[in-house]
């Protein structure tokens, strides 16, 4: 057994790739890319909105857009993996991880309206010696400002000349210089010489030389934060390997860039919502559907059997958005039952209310954890009722199924009692199929409900992992597919080892 989990979890790891890969083509395909949401408050236009193409451009920067597809899913994994290549990152007392400051890229085309490039100066670490944890964060935080202000100004520099480029571009008749979102091709135009005669270089020139001005900047702001970076403020983070090449480190899932918090933290609290549903639904469709299952079969052709069984196909072909809809439309509204709210998973006072219901002086008080129950008692209804049928009919088929066979005969024949020979015999070997998809049930409590969460207005996983889709968030995104990735990984594993518990007849020796 030792040596098949060994085995099946070293497979995980190419599965694990395999679906990240996927995953991060599909985003990276998408249409607009991660900037598609700025681009449609922009009209379509960016042209229209500096601010918004800004804003953009320094996207594409941050999350290194321009780079290929693949080096950009290679330094997604980097990221996201344990094991750590380079200088070893390090962690802020907020638990922040901070990473040495990449190069400043140079000015796009600078040669045609500069001699040279001014070089890279030595940094200096401002942190004077001696100097406590919060002199050492205050430091931290003034370097990191003038970096990102020096950063933000060539991206700002550099995008404003790339308008010019492209109105150069159009006007000097240069074939495969624009994009069809109107940004230029550096390749195309590196290749021609500049055409200085044309009005529209005046303008590049004098962009072009302000683009430069703010290179200088960045490069004396980036050698200064990566002096202080270097003189290691902070506590480095993991376990070093091989000093300043290899490390072990704890998996950074990125930061997501439609809230500006990390990925983590935001998972951290959506997570105990859909936990809170889902581990609500899913005792009740087990209480249920598994002794309706077990009398069906012990009942078979029965007005029992046939009775219950059409109920519940009748239930599980109800769809669930209307069944939302029809709960909210008369069972919350306050023209007909009004006996629900309508949505979240608690009342705006619920934190000030007392756990259990109390009498208090002003009043009944019914608690928060009765306020919760109410609450949740019309998503938990709607993810219930369509698992019914699939549990409660798999249950009779497997029983039926082992019913027929010749060790219950046998059993029956020496005079076992019925019951022993239902739930010891019958009801242990039908546990298999019952075992599969019970490890199915994971991922999707991870996952969330999409549909009830969205109807109801519940803020759970499956309304982050929509706002994630919608807003083209590509690092909240694919936080989640790891994370329910490597559940649903492991929950395959625990199935193979709860078959082995519940039938000695399977074994992986």
């Excluded at 953009?56 to 920067?61: P, V």
Aim: charged share 20%; glycine share 8%.
């Amino acid at each position: 057994m030792g040596t098949y989990i060994t085995r099946r979890l070293l497979l995980m790891i190419p599965t694990l790739l395999g679906i990240t890969f996927l995953v991060f083509m599909l985003v990276a395909a998408a249409p607009g890319g991660i900037g598609a949401t700025l681009t449609a408050q922009a009209g379509g236009n960016l042209q229209a909105s500096s601010g918004v193409a800004v804003q953009q451009a320094y996207l594409e920067e941050r999350y290194g857009l321009n780079d290929h597809v693949f080096v950009q899913y290679l330094r997604w994994l980097g990221r996201v993996s344990p094991v750590k290549f380079g200088q070893r990152d390090q962690v802020l007392p907020s638990g922040e991880v901070i990473r040495s400051p990449k190069r400043i890229p140079e000015p796009p085309l600078w040669r045609w309206y500069a001699g040279s490039l001014p070089p890279e100066p030595a940094g200096v670490s401002p942190l004077a010696s001696g100097a406590d944890e919060a002199q050492r964060l205050a430091a931290w935080r003034r370097s990191e400002r003038a970096y990102a202000e020096g950063r933000f100004g060539l991206l700002e520099a550099t995008t404003l000349l790339g308008g010019a480029l492209v109105r150069y571009a159009r006007a000097a008749e240069i074939e495969g210089a624009v994009t069809r979102d109107a940004k230029p091709v550096y390749e195309v135009l590196q290749r021609h010489e500049p055409r200085r005669d044309l009005p529209e270089f005046a303008e590049v020139q004098l962009l072009g030389r302000r683009a430069v001005e703010a290179y200088a900047k960045a490069t004396r702001a980036r050698a200064d934060h990566a002096a202080l970076f270097a003189a290691r403020p902070f506590p480095q983070a993991g376990l070093g390997l091989i000093p300043g090449t290899l490390s072990v480190a704890t998996p950074d899932l990125g930061t997501a860039f439609s809230r500006g918090r990390p990925s983590i933290e935001l998972i951290k609290e959506h997570l105990p919502v859909t936990l809170l549903i889902n581990m609500m639904a899913i005792p009740i469709i087990y209480i249920v559907a598994i002794p309706s299952g077990i009398l069906a079969a012990t009942h078979r052709g029965s007005w029992y059997d046939v009775g219950l069984g059409t109920l519940y196909i009748a239930l599980y072909s109800f769809p669930v958005v209307l069944a939302g809809i029809l709960a909210i439309g008369f069972l919350a509204n306050r023209d007909f039952i009004q006996a629900f709210p309508t949505s979240g998973i608690g009342s705006v006072d619920a934190p000030r209310y007392p756990f259990l219901p109390a009498l208090t002086e002003a009043g009944w008080q019914r608690g928060w954890l009765l306020d919760r129950l109410w609450h949740v008692a019309l998503p938990v209804m709607c993810l219930v009722y369509t698992g019914f049928a699939v549990l409660s009919k798999q249950t009779r088929a497997a029983m039926l199924e082992n019913f027929s066979a010749d060790y219950v005969r046998t059993a029956k024949a020496k005079g076992v009692a019925a019951k022993d020979v239902v739930f010891r015999h019958v009801f242990r070997n039908s546990l298999i199929p019952l075992i599969t998809i019970f490890v199915t049930i994971f991922p999707a409590m991870l996952a969330g409900s999409i549909v009830v969460e969205r109807i109801f207005s519940v803020r759970g996983m499956g309304w982050l992992v929509i706002e994630a889709i919608g807003l083209r968030d590509r690092e909240l995104l694919l936080a989640n597919t790891v994370i329910v990735a490597c559940v649903n990984l492991l929950a395959l594993l625990l199935a193979d080892i709860l078959y082995a518990l519940a039938d000695p007849r399977v074994s992986y020796d």
